[in-house]
């Protein structure tokens, strides 16, 4: 049965629950087929197995195999093609976990699609698709991460037999991170600096069979094998792979594009554009996955602290419920607002996204610098802030949330690797940076901008007059997310000329580009944030309009306005510092996200239920749906491995004969 | 041999470093015994930690006991004591990697809470390790709120003893170390009931497992309470108590009583708890929170040093990611922290001492005073402690996330220290009721203890800076954190009585308030450690360049700590938009000179590798070949038992059959 806290909770709601996981769903209809897959997998007995949190790495790794194999078989006996659809069916079968065939079904195979010739596709796709040729995709090594032409790896041309020749030359060049890498792959698409007649071409992809297949064992010349433990990613083996003068046909490289002839003529390719698409896609799921995984801690916290009774409020009164404390509202429910956020950030991403994939393929790529930019800052942005969010959630639940069975740790390390990987979160700002300050020296050149940084374009109006740029108070109405809206563009406006202008002192000072530019690297950040900021303010406020549901629309509402006051709250200083806004309006501001805190208490559950996560997939006893926490912690706890035996083996190796000595 | 780019750091120091780690230690002497101690532990294989990283809960767990067993020989072996002064670096050489330490709780709370009869009866038992003891006051349902635990001990006057039960799931004694598989005895906190009349928290002291085999007690469930971010070396227990008797003697009676015959005796004073508890607090900050940090920063600027990406400018060799500004700017202000609430604990162990020796002659007047600031310190430097070790983790990208740099331990560890011994919001409200209560009485005349004076001195001015070098002098940005603190704390007063005027009940105002009173509580604490960091500096010798450096690292706190928070200072014009802009050019301008000198200001913290355990932070900078030679070590390259099973039948063809 339900416990009794949660279920007044639900009955104090003042909407419908479905009916705003039909909006994060994009349609009631898309909301059905995601729990028929749910349920699909969830009561397949194929896919059941004992709580991760007692297994050891390898035994991680082992289910996860076995799980990832049965997945691919059964996708196919289900017809399921749908991109979507299976991300929803791996989520479900790993329950949001990373799994070994990620890097072959995610880059291997979609790399061969897009840049194998079809003689190399006839060779190495269906195996590949058959799983018997199972690949990874190995680009970052031990030094080079981030500066992708810093990659050391050789692939040399030797005309004489028509080969490539592999060569991992330093400590350094060793291929490091690849997922899938370490135990499962028999092949790598292998990331090389190639050199032929004696020059070298820059970075091209290689197709590079590792171990024998039949026994597995590392072919002669390879030296493969797992990375070690990490903070999360248990189920994943990260590899190493070094190669020693390990050769390869000459059809082994991926010529779709770049070619070397047999006598070792290089052939350049056309445009090396397209690779954009792939990193902006990317870099938009990460935006989605921020929103997941935000959403998945609060929606353990929320429950717990709704369930949780601590301490007294009123004396004489019994315990009241942890969420009934300001404090503990004041950390959870902007992350609550800010989960919803991001859900219509990732989704706004995604369309757009395939509005100009299409276009992309007709030939335009005019939107495309935008986009690449905009993502770049958005993925740092939302991953920021929502591995920040995960940790704050998990505090919330105080000692509990330090337990595994909390489920928030690994969410947490789970999601932390994001802030890195496809593209270092500072790096990704500064990139978003780049193209900002690009666009305000359009403006200041007199041409007119467009998109999401056509606030810029008023920069130039306001310059005729004498004053400070945004010296100008906004008149706020608190109550309202559009005029909110302005107040965010002003400070991104404002954030983006000061960064400009003092990008232009150090150039006036110092001259070289590059100095100038890292001696404003902080600045710039902070510019791009704001900027990220804003987009997601003005598209959290855009959605509203769409909400046609009178009860949802002004729980959203709500939710809007204290995603945007909070985040006024958190940065008054740029407010203020700008004149957007006055001390008289921060103080309003503080107060009103203090009563919005107030109002959004009875529909917390609400809306925590809302993102309609099962249980088997939240994986967490404090954030079950019955709120029965305590009597599930010590079920739990029971299996645990310390307890597998009453008394410990330690008793007698070491307690025992302590004893007796002393 | 060490690596060039980390050597040439070294032969540029403005510093001499040696001098730095003694000025840490407080006096070369300390050093030496704090290395010697280093030494001992670290040569000795049975405390090596090299394989923590591959270690199972159940290898993790053993591996702490045998070091807690060896650990006695070794102290007899080098002649050291409890009460030597080896004593408290034992456990920084150990990194905290071995079991019993609740052990030593056990035994401080039957010195502290026990009668005479109770320590002569059962600390040399403890001492010898006939038993082994654990201290059970949290439950599954209760924590932060003491009196609403709900294990009950009812006296039985008949036998003598006391009846002690668990009546529900969540009165069910959770978390305690050491008691999910080692302890024999532990202090449990339960209601007293005698003759149906409920007397509060009282502690007893109950035998769990059997001297001779360990087997539970009759009447007695226990077990570990399973895998935790961290801890995995500590057997976290839950305990199940079912009509469990114990003799009345059983109960520690240094303060309260029950006679035969069921008659309640209150003896002595109780303020004394209230300054264990600030003991604690005060004494987690060196080894449990500040050294992870300097943990931290040694391994993620050695690192940054080690590491090069991209090209500053182009044609030249790619830049080490250290000298990127962004780069600085997460991990130097994180540097300046770990070097000002070091000073910050100095202060506090003093003013304990000085407290302590109060309390001897029976004198508790600065009992509330210590313990709002050992609440709030507690609470604030946690807090910032474990932002600095994830944004040190984090700025090490990649290789970071990888346990081999050590930094996810680390991190995993430093935040439990933000729950125990106190929740960080809970301890900043404490710190907060004193401030109003102090800020009332300030402002009515009353005499307040000194480190509140500050707030009857209310001042309207404005922060009198006129260019950018007016924010490196101490009293200019001391004063504008003091005006912050000032201002938050009245205005949360202000409100406060606001609401209680216009009717709204006390307790539902003091809910109201409370995001703005902890706030309050941290401007308080930012404030004073700026200015103890200055007033610190101000003492330093001279010579050896080190006041130069600190002066620096004092700086930058400070600056550091108005860029990222310019709301607090503009919201009523005390520093204006103008100045913000001066504040944001001396910080960034700092975080260059200060470069220079990283990798020595962490060289100073003197941790040997073996304390780091890590990769990327090692002496040498040798980062690359020991990541691939450690990574080789690991379990998963010993054999994969998952390819016979199920990766061959997956690569033996068997999908193309569907």
Redesign the interface.
Known sequence: SVNADLRRERAAATFQPELLTHILDGGAERTRRRKEIEALVLNDPDFQHEDL??L???QR??QA??KS?LM??KL??YGIADPEEIYWFKSFVHRGRPEPLDLHLGMFLPTLLTQATPEQQDRFFMPAW???I?GTYAQ?E??????LR?LETTATYDPSTQEFILNSPT??S?K??PGGL???S?HAIVLAQLYTQGECKGLHAFIVPIRQ??T?EPLPGITV?????????DEM?NG?LKMDNFRIPRENMLMKYAQVEPDGTYVKPVSDKLTYGTMVFIRSLIVGDSARSLSRACTIAIRYSAV????????GEP?PQIL????QQ??LFPLLATAYAFHFVGAYIKDTYQRVSGDISTGDLSELPELHALTAGLKAFTSWTA?AGI?ECR?AC??H?????SGI?DIY?TF??S???EG?N?VMM?QTARFLIKSYSQVTSGQQVTGMVSYLNELSRQRIQPQHVAARTVTMRINDPTSLVEAYKSRAARLVESAAKNLQAELNHRK?K??AW??????L?RASEAHCHYVVVKLFTAKLAEVSDAAVHAVLTNLCLLYALFGI???????????ILT?AQ?SQVNQHV?ELLAVIRPNAVALVDSFDFHDVHLGSVLGRYDGNV??N??E????????KT??????H???????AK? | SVNPDLASERQTASFCVEKLTALLDGGTEQTRIRRAVVEAIQSDPVFSRENQYFQTQNERYEAAVRKAVHLQKKMHEMGWTENGPEYKYIYRALSGDVAFLLHRVFMRSISVLGSDKQIAKWIPLATQHKLIGSYAQTELGHGTYLQGLETTAVFDTATQEFILNTPKISAMKWWPGDMGRSATHTVVFAQLYIHGKCYGIHPFIVQIRSLQDHSLCPGITAGDIGPKMNFEHIDNGYLLLKNVRIPRENMLSKFCEVRPDGTYVRQGSQQINYFTMTTVRISLISDEVLTPLMKACTIAIRYSAVRRQSKLKPGEQEAKILDYQTQQEKLLPQLAAAYAFHFVNDYLQELFNRGYGEIQRKNFDMLPELHALSSGFKAVITQQCTAGVEICLRACGGHGYSLLSGLPSLYTKIIASCIYEGENTILLLQTARFLLKCFMAANAGQPVPPSVTYLAAVKHGKCPAKNKLDFLSPDIYTEAYQHVAVRLTSSAAAKLQDLIQSGVKKHDAWNQCTVQLVQAAKAHCHYIAVKNFAETVEKLETKAGIQKIMKHLCDLFALHGIFSNTGAFLHDGYISAAQIDMVTASYLDLLAVIRKDAVPLVDAFDFTDKSLNSALGSYDGQVYQRLYEWAQKSPTNQMNPAYERYLKPLLHNTLSKL
């Open positions: 949190n007692f050891s790495r390898s790794y082992e195999i076995r194999s691919v078989m196919r006996e058959n799983l018997e199972v970052t031990m030094g080079h991460g981030t500066h810093g400590v350094t060793i490091w991170w370490g135990k499962t028999n297949l039949g597995h094998g797992d990375i070690g433990p990490k903070f999360g990613y083996d190493y949780r009774h601590q301490s007294e409020l009123k004396p315990e009934d404390y300001q404090t004041y950390k591995n940790e505090m105080g000692g949330g330090y337990s595994r069975c740790p390390v932390t690797p802030c890195t990987y270092e500072t500064l070289s590059e100095d890292n001696r404003t690297s902080v600045d950040v709250s958190r940065n008054a200083g740029d407010f203020l510092q700008a004149g001390s921060i203090k305590y009597e912690m010590f739990w706890a029971k299996k645990s491995p310390l307890n009453q008394v410990h083996e330690s008793f190796k070491h307690l025992k004969p302590m004893q002393l």
